[in-house]
């Protein structure tokens, strides 16, 4: 009989003796499970528990800010990359994934600010030369940009993303040629990229090549549907191929997943342009003018709206 009883008594002991340690840990790792099936809300509500148990918790800060970001929310990540930091000096994931969520959030100074404190602190890693790169990139500073991705790629020669973005700097000091050879390398490193066919779509595009253009896109969103860029691009080829409606659906549907992003403003005012419809043309190309008047198209098309009957 007694015998028998040893078996409840250890089962109450483990669940008794089971540490806040332990639970912290369960916690986070059903988080973790939550992010590999992209329910960031899951991900989020695991992970408050982990912190319940232990608010100097680096970790589950560093990847309950990925779940914020993951759903655009992009202060709250940012102040959890800042606990992480905070309760891990050196935490460079947590100074890179920061930065990006600065540069999502219009912070771009601040973006680069986290790259130099990565760099000061580890030279020889690529990602803070490249998350420099991007924060160059968004301030325009072209030439520093391009210094940083090559920095970046010195490091680290194997990996896509840095050929894409070098390709894009390239892209924006009209560099075509160069662009294309970047494009290249990426994609016989990873060929299922979709900022590569991206690119190609833009650069195809200014050569007036716009059935290439929209092939290139077509590619970028099979291998990835979620991004809203791709849409606001495949939008803008349409409208040059003569299929308007199908381009302002697209174009709308960007706006929807990002309704501050100036350069689908400037195709939804091409799109009135091209409808004639001068009050809404005026009103999207004008905003888009007052505030970034460098971006291609807009005055031009602004001026085309102004002169509709």
Not at 47 to 53: C, D, P, S
Request: with cysteine.
């Amino acid at each position: 009989m007694i015998r028998l009883l040893l078996i409840p008594i250890i089962t109450l002991c483990l669940f008794s003796c089971d540490t806040a340690e332990d639970k912290k840990g369960r916690f986070f790792l059903k988080g973790n499970a939550k992010i590999q099936e992209n329910d960031f809300p899951g991900a989020i509500k695991y992970y408050n528990e982990a912190l319940a148990l232990d608010e100097t918790y680096a970790e589950a800060y560093f990847n309950r800010g990925i779940s914020y970001y993951k759903t655009a929310n992009y202060e709250k990540a940012i102040s959890d990359f800042t606990q992480a930091i905070n309760n891990r000096p050196l935490y460079l994931e947590a100074y890179f994934q920061r930065g990006m969520a600065h540069l999502d959030n219009g912070e771009n100074y601040k973006a680069l600010a986290d790259a130099k404190a990565m760099i000061k602190s580890s030279p020889e890693i690529a990602n803070g030369y490249f998350l420099q790169g991007l924060a160059q990139e968004a301030l325009k500073n072209h030439q520093e940009a391009l210094l940083s991705f090559e920095m970046a790629i010195e490091l680290d020669d194997n990996n896509p993303d840095l050929y894409v973005n070098r390709a894009t700097i390239y892209f924006y000091m009209h560099r075509y040629e160069e662009a294309k050879s970047d494009l290249e390398k990426a994609k016989a490193l990873n060929a299922q990229e979709p900022n590569i066919y991206n690119l190609e779509s833009m650069i195809a595009f200014e050569d007036k090549a716009y059935q290439k253009a929209l092939d290139a896109i077509e590619k970028a969103i099979e291998l990835d549907a979620r991004q809203p860029f791709f849409y606001n691009n495949r939008g803008l080829y349409l409208l040059f191929l003569g299929k308007l409606e199908e381009g302002i659906e697209d174009i709308n549907f960007s706006l929807k997943q990002n309704s501050r992003n100036l350069y689908a403003l400037r195709n939804k005012g091409i799109y009135y342009v091209l409808v004639s419809e001068k009050e809404q043309a005026i009103q999207y190309l004008g905003e888009v003018v007052e505030k970034d008047p460098s971006i291609p198209m807009a005055a031009h098309y602004f001026e085309k709206a102004n002169m509709l009957n």
